[in-house]
């Protein structure tokens, strides 16, 4: 059972960034493809990013070139670069493994002025 803990959230204005971790316990961590998704207010969960356990990298059309998505294995660790943050951006953002395991807490993310 892998446990994830998100972290790295908070309020930024339009325009800023914000670098999202995400820790997972267990030693099988490097051999899973590695997710962001998020949740905005009345809305469905959304696919974000996903990170191959080559490295191999793909992103939602509405991100794309903004966010990047990597991981450090020897830390059991994935990460979320967001830059050139927009309002809709705002939502609370979680990790998982694929195929989808138990959920984390999140970590919320608003970006408004």
């Known amino acids: 059972q892998v446990q994830l803990v998100e972290s790295g959230g908070g309020l930024v204005q339009p325009g800023g960034s914000l670098r999202l971790s995400c820790e997972a316990s267990?030693?099988?961590?490097?051999?899973?493809?590695m997710v962001w998704y998020r949740q905005a207010p009345g809305k469905q969960r959304e696919l974000v990013a996903t990170?191959?356990?080559?490295?191999?990298?793909n992103y939602a059309d509405s991100v794309k070139g903004r966010f990047t998505i990597s991981r450090d294995n020897a830390k059991n660790t994935v990460f979320l670069q967001m830059n050139s943050l927009k309002p809709e951006d705002t939502a609370v953002y979680y990790c998982?493994?694929?195929?989808?395991?138990?959920w984390g807490q999140g970590t919320q993310v608003t970006v408004s002025s």
């Open positions: 998982n493994k694929m195929p989808l395991g138990s």
């Open positions: 267990g030693s099988m961590f490097t051999i899973y493809a």
């Open positions: 990170i191959t356990n080559g490295g191999s990298t």
